[in-house]
């Protein structure tokens, strides 16, 4: 019996594309977002947005990957469920939306990106892409 395929949600931050297992994504916002400032936060939160009357915190994944900025600026928010009840939202310029992998196309994350909060990497119409670990994110 083979593994069930990984469904992702791919999107792009910094020029790097990015995935989301599926089942931790809860929506994507798109345009203007209005960030409220969170005092005491971490550096790598960005601030909070509400979303549907919760506040939730926006964190700064290029940072925290350490990615260098990009050309674009973020105009999308994926917001990503960790464990049952907790959301965090990360930027995206751009989403490209799902992808489903084989389990024999998820690979080892690259050695640069060791002790990152990423679980994996995949390949996507031949680019090399990072699989966050969502509940390690912060």
């Known amino acids: 019996m083979s593994a069930e395929p990984l469904h992702l949600v791919a999107f792009r931050l910094a ?13 994507v916002l798109s345009g203007e977002t209005a960030l409220v400032e969170a005092p005491g936060a971490t550096r790598h939160v ?3 947005v509400d979303i549907q009357g919760a506040l939730v915190a926006v964190l700064d ?9 990009g050309p674009e600026k ?3 928010l ?4 960790r464990g049952e009840t907790e959301l965090i939202a990360v930027p995206a310029e751009e ?11 998820l690979l080892e994350p690259p050695e640069q990106v060791a002790g990152a909060p990423i679980h994996g990497a995949f390949y996507h119409d031949d680019e090399l892409g990072l699989l966050l670990d969502v509940n390690q994110l912060l």
């Not at 994944?61 to 900025?69: G, H």
């Not at 989403?95 to 196309?105: F, H, I, S, T």
């Open 46 to 48: 960005l601030g909070m």
């Open 15 to 27: 020029g790097r594309l990015l995935g989301a297992d599926i089942m931790q994504v809860h929506r």
């Open 95 to 105: 989403v490209l939306g799902r992808v489903q992998l084989e389990a024999d196309q």
């Open 74 to 76: 973020a105009s999308r």
């Open 61 to 69: 994944l290029a940072q925290l990957l350490q990615l260098t900025s």
């Open 78 to 81: 994926v917001v990503l469920r």
